[in-house]
């Protein structure tokens, strides 16, 4: 038998000899010595995260290293003078780690622990799917609402498919539905999918988006409030989601109209659940208070970040929470913690040295971008995200990689009639929806190990969706960004 070879190693090296190689070239006119080196160490982590040839929490803590030494090494501004040294390096290279975006994030992952520690999230998704009846279409239609429903509920598109994957073999289980059957693909690949489809609807959604957010008051632009995203992209996903039904139900022949039995093991499956238990009514009423405060944040002064570390903090307290830290400790990602942290100091360095701004500079202005038409350039940025988005496995790495270049470009184009913020959420829009590839983001993963479905489903049903996307975006632009205030 052929032995397999591991290229990772030598993927590894090659990153690292291409990141020093470009950090001793000469420095590029208008463009700091620091700006310089953290390019380069923004392609040592753009080669990891497009071949995963490091696990991303290796990569982040590598990232991290390299921006210390890069930074200090560099001359505190401009191209010459005294080092800025490795300790006063230590703030901005760390800097994404006290960041309200990443506070936000880690907060948003403890949530979700403590929520499926109770399981109202199952209790919740099998009692919408009893509701909407037996019927195949009705069922697809279910999980759909409850990927929406979950999406308030979950601050996680990872919890949030780890969460719906095991329903939906059960009900393949239960109806004896080969895994490979018409029905058992539409309702894998929709649980796969939704997560981001959905996710970029709500502020809380999902992990990448208080990141974007925090990139734009960063730029000094008018922050984005949880109601203000929910009325920037909302109806944008709740249209996409309409878009997956058709298409999962006119692109699959079901084998019969109804699931037999149907009625009767959903009700089983609640039944089975018992009554509530104080766990669950008290984090219900935790979930509803936190909501409520989130989009009431213009009004009571409280900021999202803040609301949320009330939630968790009220989620652990002793005797009226519903975890301990030892039963949500085992059960938080720490890796995209750790991952959010060092991306988002990463983006931070990029905007403060001048490497954003120097990167759209040869980029997208030399390309003469900036010099298209509104509409034409708005969807060549949206088409360039689209590209890149497909190199990517992780919706983080890719904002992180894109956005501060992109946003760069923006400002430096100094016109008050570009919709700065509407650009970012199309950019946004357009990181979560790839759904060409099981490849392309972690929950469509998650379904597609359960081999369901192959990837020439995925893409089969990938191209119509794309589709979707753009021409969906082409009224958003034209006429609800304007609608909205995003002139």
């Known amino acids: ?42 392609l040592f982590a753009v080669i990891m995260w497009m071949s995963e ?11 991290v290293l390299f921006m210390l030494l890069a930074l200090g090494f560099s001359p505190a501004a401009g191209v010459s003078g005294p080092l800025l040294g490795t300790a006063k390096a230590i703030p901005l290279a760390m800097s994404g780690f006290v960041n309200s975006g990443w ?16 399981g109202l999230e199952t209790r919740i998704a099998y009692m919408i799917l009893r509701a909407v009846g037996i019927k195949v279409n009705a069922i697809i239609a279910g999980i759909i609402v409850v990927g929406f429903v979950l999406t308030f509920l979950i601050p996680s598109v990872i919890a949030r498919a780890a969460t719906m994957v095991p329903i939906v073999l059960g ?81 699959h022949k079901f084998e019969f109209n109804e699931l037999p039995g149907g009625q009767e093991y959903l009700h089983k499956c609640v039944t089975d659940l018992g009554p509530m238990s104080n766990a669950e009514k008290r984090v219900a009423v935790m979930l509803a208070l936190t909501i409520i405060m989130w989009a009431t944040d213009r009004f009571h002064g409280i900021d999202a970040t803040t609301v949320s570390i009330m939630s968790v903090f009220v989620m652990l307290f002793p005797y009226i929470g519903v975890a301990t830290w030892k039963q949500l400790y085992g059960k938080v990602d720490w890796t995209a913690i750790l991952m959010f942290g060092a991306g988002i100091s990463l983006g931070e360095v990029l905007m403060r040295t001048g490497a954003a701004k120097w990167l759209a500079q040869v980029s997208l202005i030399a390309a003469g971008v900036g010099n298209l038409p509104f509409f034409i350039m708005v969807f060549t940025i949206f088409g360039l995200c689209f590209l890149i988005r497909m190199a990517f496995t992780s919706i983080t790495s890719c904002i992180v990689a894109i956005v501060p270049a992109i946003l760069g470009f923006l400002m430096a184009m100094n016109r008050p009639d570009i919709p700065i913020i509407g650009i970012l959420m199309g950019v946004c829009v357009m990181s979560h929806d790839v759904f060409l590839s099981p490849v392309n983001s972690a929950n469509t993963m998650i379904a597609y190990g359960t081999n369901a479905f192959q990837a020439k489903d995925m893409l089969r049903i990938g191209i119509p969706l794309t589709i979707g996307v753009f021409a969906l975006l082409v009224p958003w632009v034209l006429f609800y960004w304007p609608l909205v205030g995003l002139k």
């Open 171 to 251: 009900l393949n289980k239960t109806f004896k539905l080969p895994l490979d059957s018409q029905i058992s693909k539409a309702m894998m690949m929709s649980v796969g999918i939704l997560p981001s489809l959905t996710g970029v609807g709500v502020l809380t959604g999902s992990a990448p988006n208080p990141v974007v957010a925090q990139f734009i008051v960063g730029a000094g632009l008018k922050p984005v409030l949880y109601l203000d995203w929910l009325l920037y992209n909302f109806p944008l996903s709740l249209a996409m989601g309409v878009i997956l039904y058709f298409v999962m139900t006119r692109m």
């Open 53 to 63: 040839a490091m696990p991303y929490g290796e990569s982040a803590i590598a990232l």
């Open 1 to 42: 038998m052929k032995k397999t070879i591991d290229r990772k190693p030598y993927i590894i090296a090659v990153a690292f000899i291409l990141m020093l190689a470009v950090m001793f070239l000469p420095t590029p006119a208008g463009l700091s010595t620091a700006g310089h080196r953290v390019l380069a160490v923004l």
């Open 103 to 118: 506070v936000f994030v880690a907060a948003g992952i403890f949530m979700a622990a403590a929520i499926v520690n109770t």
